[in-house]
Each structure stands twice: as structure tokens, then as C-alpha cells.
């Protein structure tokens, strides 16, 4: 698989570099040119120069990728775009040659492993870095002058606009709702509820007048969730920075403080500095922050909107649930209701771990074959392509052997195409067979067992969450409401890891009893189930007046069907687990 990394800096003019929509634009045509598979890392507003490949969080996971062997070759617009720092260049250039990986700099094959290119690439490298020092020096200077004058860079404070000329301007419509963010603080109204007040009344924030999105990610699923910038909102943070920010009283400071200029003021000095010494006294004391233990943050998701379930937990206050996502965001955007965060957790350990009804259903359950023969048809292939490089990779070495050939360069490089493409395909093979195993009944049955028989031995909360996220892959909760009044009934659905059959649950408002009412199933369960099945399949036969026999290999319907009954998990209060 080839990778294609796309970088472009902050703050770039239009014109004046090459966009990521570009750069991915070429790097996907090579791909497909060259018939590969392809795999996109973009550092979007990230700068080359940076030291630290944490900051750089695509291209730390495109190394990642190449020292596991998932990425063989890499594409890029030029290396500018790969780095401006020569310390960061031979981390690249180390990890490629050491997993034998291709570098393609414009779509041209650059051997890094011949001492001219490495000689060539370095020189390039420092003279990346120089570029960029460079410009950095001219920059720094240039804002230091516009300083002197007056004039401002970079994004403007909220209540200011810049003028033709660079230089800062009061904008008065802002300017009014500083006046009275100060005003409501300065009578000792805390930040958090001046942000509140101010969403209440729709007032603008300063981001609600740009396009594009910010990018979010989330440290329980790792995905990233993207937000409209029209769409940003007030929040305490936000105000109690504002407050801080000694600009409103005429005095900007940048270069991490260690330049000021004059600005026109839009508090009195004295009004600034009265409100800040009253800031913290408008602070609740909350002590330490609390850290707060969320068993299934990850896994649940609404049967509404479609968002994550999220838990919300404060001991002091009433808090205590799973909530949608969309609500706790804005009430209005989604009808589903929270879930008691003790109920819902003891209701899946039960379920998993205490439950034989859980055990006896997956017990059950068989691998999908349409997916085990596909997987298994992919497998003979990769194992048929590997016997044939290793014929072409044992005739290479018979002709080095040759004295004739032993200095042969080219025979030399296509030896290392072949052990490479064997090595390839022998990584996939392992992945494949991994997946075989994973989808086996006999295999997953034991790995459930094994799990559960794990959570018998602990209790703390980390090996629970542990042994819960090995089992579960998702659950959604769907709310049904009563006509009038507070009630209704949760619908909870649990998909499981490893298996295409899902169980289906319903409890009611107060989530105490646990009712199996459905399952999904993606063939017959039991000999009863089967047995059925045939019989329904020979009506089916007869009925259409065809002469065909059942299949041997007849595993039954796919289907969807009711509880019966016998499942039910109930909850005591006195029995209910808190993990705080």
C-alpha cells in the first residue's frame, strides 16, 4: 500500500503554496496510474519546521505504518511537504531504509538507499530548514516594524477589526458586548454564567462570522468530530480569557509577551483592573477537580440521532446518566432520554459476565460463510502468489551464483522487489489467517469463555472496561416515550465483537427489570431452529414446482426473532456497582 502525505502550514495566502486538496489530487491519480492501493495522511495547518513528531500527529502514524510494513511506499508533492527540519528528515529517511520502503517525491522512485541521493535529499533538507529559518527571521521582523507603527498580524481580538492601512479598530457592535461582559462581572456574575446568558440572547461569537470547521478528537474513540465554525458557542473559558486579555484596556501584547503595542482601548484602565482583581472571588471554590470512571464511554450510541451516548457524572449534583450527545449540546436537537449511568453499567456486566443465557446464545452461533469464503479464497491466492516469487527469488540467487552475474545491479534490485512482495504477502497471510481465526465458532466461543472467566478474578474498573470493550462492539439505545407525561420505555440493542448476531433488550423508565425481547441471527441457532428452517425450505421448493434437493451445506435463514421469555436480567438498588 502507498501512502500519500499531504502538508500545508498555517496561515498560507491562496496562490502562494500548493493546497492539500492538491496535493491529494496527484498523489491519488499516482496511486491509480500505478495500481495501487492507497492510504491518505494529512497535517493540515501544521508547520515542517516543528521538532517533535508528536506535534505532527499524521506523520507520526504514517511511521508507524512503515515500520509495521502496512505502508511500502510513500508519495508526497515535494519534501518540503515531508518536513523543513533536517533532524526530522533523517528520522524519515532511517525509518525508510530500515523497512524498505520506496520514496516518491512528484511521483518519481528516489532510491534513498544510494549515497548520491541521500547526499542530494540532505542538502535539499538543510536547505529546507535554512528557507524556513529564513523566512521566519524576515516575518518576526516584519511584524516588530508593524508593531512600531501600530499595525497588527494575525487573527484580531473580539470588539476589534483591522483597517486598510494594518492598523487595529474598535468594532462597536463587538465592543458593546465586551462593555458588558466586564459590566456583569464587575457585579460579581461568574463566567460561565455570563456564557450562558449570552447563547440564551444568540449573540454572536467572533467565530460565527468565518467558514470552515474545526476538528475535534475524542479521547475515548479516537475518531475526530468536526464542528462549524458558525456554529461555535460561548463558553466560561472563552469569557474568563476575554477578561484577562489586557487588550480591552489598550495595551496588546504578542511574541509571547515580550512586545506590547498601543491599541485604542475599549475599558478604562481602572474598570480592567477592578474586574480582574474580582475575577477569582466570582469563582466557586471546587477544590480538586474529580476524575470520574465511564465503563461504556465509546460503545453506546443513539437510536435517534445517531450520536454517541456520553456519560455525565457529578457527584455533588444530579448527574449521574449516559446522555446523547445532540443533548447535551442543545436539548432541542434530539428527543431521546439519559440512561442511569449504575443501572445501564451493572445491567451490561450482569448481562456479560453473570448471565448464562449470554453464554448459551453465542454458543450457538457460526461463522459467516459468505465472509469466511471470501477471506479464505484471498488466503489460497496470497499463498499460490508466494510459491511463484519464490521460484523467480531462487532463480535470482542461482544467477548471482553465476560468476558472470554476481555484480549484476539489476538482478540485484529485482531480488529485492521479490523478497520484499514475498515479505508483503506473507504479513497479509498472518492478518487473513488472524481474521479466520477470529470469525472460527470454536475459537470465539473460547475467547468469550476466556474472558469471562477473567472478570471473575478482578474487580477493579480498568480491567473491567478492558474485558467489557473486548466483548462489546456497539450499543445503541433508542428511547420510546410515553404520549404525556414523564416514562416510556428503552429499547437497547448489543452488537458483539467477532459475531454478525446481536441481542435486543427492553427495560423501562426506571431500568430495574431487563427484558431479552429480540435477537438478529445470521443463520439457524439450535437443530430446532435448523429443522425448521429445512422444512420451511422444502415448502418453498415444492411449491415453486422445481425438482431440487436442500443443500447439504444448509445453514438455515438469516432472521430476525422475538424473546422468548426466559431471559430476564433484574436489578436490585442495594446490588447496583459504582465505579465512584
Given at each position: 500500500m502507498?501512502?500519500?502525505?499531504?502538508?500545508?502550514?498555517?496561515?498560507k495566502?491562496?496562490?502562494?503554496?500548493?493546497?492539500?486538496?492538491?496535493?491529494?489530487?496527484?498523489?491519488?491519480?499516482?496511486?491509480?496510474?500505478?495500481?495501487?492501493?492507497?492510504?491518505?495522511?494529512?497535517?493540515?495547518?501544521?508547520?515542517?519546521?516543528?521538532?517533535?513528531?508528536?506535534?505532527?500527529?499524521?506523520?507520526?502514524?504514517?511511521?508507524?505504518?512503515?515500520?509495521?510494513?502496512?505502508?511500502t511506499?510513500?508519495?508526497?508533492?515535494?519534501?518540503?511537504?515531508?518536513?523543513?527540519?533536517?533532524?526530522?528528515?533523517?528520522?524519515?529517511?532511517?525509518?525508510?531504509?530500515?523497512?524498505?520502503?520506496?520514496?516518491?517525491?512528484?511521483?518519481?522512485?528516489?532510491?534513498l538507499?544510494?549515497?548520491e541521493?541521500?547526499?542530494?535529499?540532505?542538502?535539499?533538507?538543510?536547505?529546507?530548514?535554512?528557507?524556513?529559518?529564513?523566512?521566519?527571521?524576515?516575518?518576526?521582523?516584519?511584524?516588530?516594524?508593524?508593531?512600531?507603527?501600530?499595525?497588527?498580524?494575525?487573527?484580531?481580538a473580539?470588539?476589534?477589526?483591522?483597517?486598510?492601512?494594518?492598523?487595529?479598530?474598535?468594532?462597536?457592535?463587538?465592543?458593546?458586548?465586551?462593555?458588558?461582559?466586564?459590566?456583569?462581572?464587575?457585579?460579581?456574575?461568574?463566567?460561565?454564567?455570563?456564557?450562558?446568558?449570552?447563547?440564551?440572547?444568540?449573540?454572536p461569537?467572533?467565530?460565527?462570522?468565518?467558514?470552515?470547521?474545526?476538528?475535534?478528537?475524542?479521547?475515548?474513540?479516537?475518531?475526530?468530530?468536526?464542528?462549524?465554525?458558525?456554529?461555535?458557542?460561548?463558553?466560561?473559558?472563552?469569557v474568563?480569557?476575554?477578561?484577562?486579555?489586557?487588550?480591552?484596556?489598550?495595551?496588546?501584547?504578542?511574541?509571547?509577551?515580550?512586545?506590547?503595542?498601543?491599541?485604542?482601548?475599549?475599558?478604562?484602565?481602572?474598570?480592567?483592573?477592578?474586574?480582574?482583581?474580582?475575577?477569582?472571588?466570582?469563582?466557586k471554590?471546587?477544590?480538586?477537580?474529580?476524575?470520574?470512571?465511564?465503563?461504556l464511554?465509546?460503545?453506546?450510541?443513539?437510536?435517534?440521532?445517531?450520536?454517541?451516548?456520553?456519560?455525565?457524572?457529578?457527584?455533588?449534583?444530579?448527574?449521574?446518566?449516559?446522555?446523547?450527545?445532540?443533548?447535551?449540546?442543545?436539548?432541542?436537537?434530539?428527543?431521546?432520554?439519559?440512561?442511569?449511568?449504575?443501572?445501564?453499567?451493572?445491567?451490561?456486566i450482569?448481562?456479560?459476565?453473570?448471565?448464562?443465557?449470554?453464554?448459551?446464545?453465542?454458543?450457538?452461533q457460526?461463522?459467516?460463510?459468505?465472509?469466511?469464503?471470501?477471506?479464505?479464497?484471498?488466503?489460497?491466492?496470497?499463498?499460490?502468489?508466494?510459491?511463484?516469487?519464490?521460484?523467480?527469488?531462487?532463480?535470482?540467487?542461482?544467477?548471482?551464483?553465476?560468476?558472470?552475474?554476481?555484480d549484476?545491479?539489476?538482478?540485484?534490485?529485482?531480488?529485492?522487489?521479490?523478497?520484499?512482495?514475498?515479505?508483503?504477502?506473507?504479513?497479509?497471510?498472518?492478518i487473513?489467517?488472524?481474521r479466520?481465526?477470529e470469525?472460527?465458532s470454536?475459537?470465539?466461543?473460547?475467547?468469550?469463555?476466556?474472558?469471562?472467566?477473567?472478570?471473575?478474578?478482578?474487580?477493579?474498573?480498568?480491567?473491567?472496561?478492558?474485558?467489557?470493550?473486548?466483548?462489546?462492539?456497539?450499543?445503541?439505545?433508542?428511547?420510546?416515550?410515553?404520549?404525556?407525561?414523564?416514562?416510556?420505555?428503552?429499547?437497547?440493542?448489543?452488537?458483539?465483537?467477532?459475531?454478525?448476531?446481536?441481542?435486543?433488550f427492553?427495560?423501562?423508565?426506571?431500568?430495574?427489570?431487563?427484558?431479552?425481547?429480540?435477537?438478529?441471527?445470521?443463520?439457524?441457532?439450535?437443530?430446532?431452529?435448523?429443522q425448521?428452517?429445512i422444512?420451511?425450505?422444502?415448502?418453498f421448493?415444492?411449491?415453486?414446482?422445481?425438482?431440487?434437493?436442500?443443500?447439504?451445506?444448509?445453514?438455515?435463514f438469516?432472521?430476525?426473532?422475538?424473546?422468548?421469555?426466559?431471559?430476564?436480567?433484574?436489578?436490585?438498588?442495594?446490588?447496583?456497582?459504582?465505579?465512584?
Amino acid at each position: 500500500m502507498i501512502a500519500i502525505y499531504c502538508r500545508i502550514s498555517k496561515h498560507k495566502v491562496e496562490g502562494k503554496d500548493v493546497s492539500i486538496e492538491t496535493q491529494l489530487e496527484k498523489g491519488i491519480a499516482f496511486a491509480k496510474l500505478e495500481g495501487l492501493e492507497y492510504k491518505s495522511f494529512i497535517d493540515r495547518a501544521i508547520s515542517g519546521t516543528k521538532d517533535e513528531i508528536k506535534d505532527r500527529p499524521e506523520f507520526a502514524l504514517l511511521l508507524d505504518h512503515i515500520n509495521k510494513g502496512i505502508i511500502t511506499k510513500v508519495y508526497c508533492f515535494d519534501q518540503s511537504r515531508i518536513e523543513r527540519n533536517n533532524m526530522i528528515w533523517n528520522l524519515f529517511t532511517y525509518t525508510m531504509l530500515k523497512a524498505k520502503c520506496k520514496y516518491y517525491p512528484g511521483g518519481n522512485y528516489l532510491d534513498l538507499d544510494v549515497a548520491e541521493n541521500r547526499l542530494y535529499t540532505g542538502i535539499l533538507s538543510l536547505t529546507n530548514e535554512f528557507f524556513a529559518t529564513l523566512t521566519g527571521q524576515k516575518v518576526k521582523l516584519a511584524h516588530y516594524q508593524n508593531s512600531l507603527k501600530g499595525k497588527s498580524h494575525g487573527i484580531t481580538a473580539y470588539g476589534y477589526i483591522r483597517s486598510e492601512n494594518g492598523l487595529l479598530e474598535i468594532q462597536e457592535d463587538q465592543a458593546k458586548v465586551v462593555r458588558r461582559i466586564f459590566k456583569m462581572s464587575g457585579e460579581g456574575i461568574g463566567v460561565y454564567t455570563i456564557a450562558k446568558t449570552l447563547n440564551k440572547e444568540s449573540i454572536p461569537t467572533k467565530f460565527n462570522n468565518f467558514p470552515g470547521e474545526f476538528k475535534r478528537r475524542d479521547r475515548y474513540t479516537n475518531q475526530y468530530t468536526y464542528f462549524k465554525k458558525v456554529d461555535v458557542r460561548w463558553r466560561g473559558n472563552v469569557v474568563h480569557l476575554l477578561i484577562t486579555n489586557q487588550i480591552y484596556k489598550g495595551i496588546r501584547k504578542w511574541n509571547s509577551g515580550e512586545n506590547e503595542m498601543k491599541v485604542p482601548a475599549i475599558i478604562d484602565e481602572a474598570t480592567w483592573n477592578s474586574v480582574n482583581k474580582n475575577l477569582d472571588e466570582n469563582k466557586k471554590n471546587p477544590g480538586k477537580r474529580d476524575e470520574y470512571h465511564y465503563l461504556l464511554n465509546g460503545l453506546v450510541f443513539c437510536g435517534i440521532c445517531g450520536r454517541e451516548y456520553r456519560g455525565k457524572k457529578r457527584l455533588k449534583g444530579r448527574d449521574n446518566a449516559y446522555k446523547c450527545k445532540s443533548k447535551l449540546r442543545n436539548p432541542q436537537l434530539c428527543t431521546s432520554r439519559a440512561l442511569s449511568i449504575p443501572k445501564l453499567e451493572t445491567f451490561v456486566i450482569n448481562h456479560l459476565f453473570e448471565s448464562k443465557d449470554f453464554q448459551k446464545f453465542l454458543a450457538g452461533q457460526a461463522e459467516n460463510k459468505g465472509e469466511t469464503d471470501n477471506l479464505n479464497k484471498k488466503l489460497a491466492l496470497l499463498k499460490k502468489e508466494i510459491v511463484g516469487y519464490k521460484k523467480v527469488e531462487k532463480k535470482a540467487y542461482d544467477r548471482l551464483l553465476d560468476p558472470e552475474y554476481e555484480d549484476d545491479d539489476e538482478i540485484k534490485e529485482r531480488l529485492r522487489t521479490i523478497k520484499k512482495k514475498i515479505q508483503d504477502h506473507e504479513q497479509n497471510v498472518e492478518i487473513i489467517e488472524n481474521r479466520l481465526i477470529e470469525r472460527d465458532s470454536k475459537s470465539r466461543l473460547a475467547r468469550v469463555n476466556n474472558v469471562i472467566g477473567q472478570y471473575k478474578l478482578i474487580s477493579g474498573f480498568d480491567d473491567t472496561k478492558k474485558l467489557v470493550h473486548s466483548l462489546i462492539k456497539r450499543i445503541t439505545i433508542k428511547h420510546n416515550p410515553k404520549e404525556t407525561g414523564r416514562g416510556g420505555y428503552f429499547l437497547v440493542q448489543i452488537e458483539y465483537k467477532g459475531f454478525d448476531e446481536s441481542i435486543t433488550f427492553m427495560t423501562g423508565w426506571d431500568a430495574l427489570k431487563w427484558y431479552q425481547i429480540g435477537y438478529y441471527r445470521s443463520r439457524a441457532i439450535t437443530k430446532e431452529d435448523l429443522q425448521d428452517d429445512i422444512d420451511l425450505l422444502k415448502y418453498f421448493i415444492k411449491a415453486s414446482g422445481k425438482k431440487i434437493e436442500v443443500p447439504k451445506d444448509f445453514v438455515g435463514f438469516e432472521a430476525h426473532g422475538g424473546g422468548k421469555g426466559e431471559s430476564i436480567i433484574e436489578l436490585h438498588q442495594e446490588e447496583l456497582i459504582y465505579f465512584d
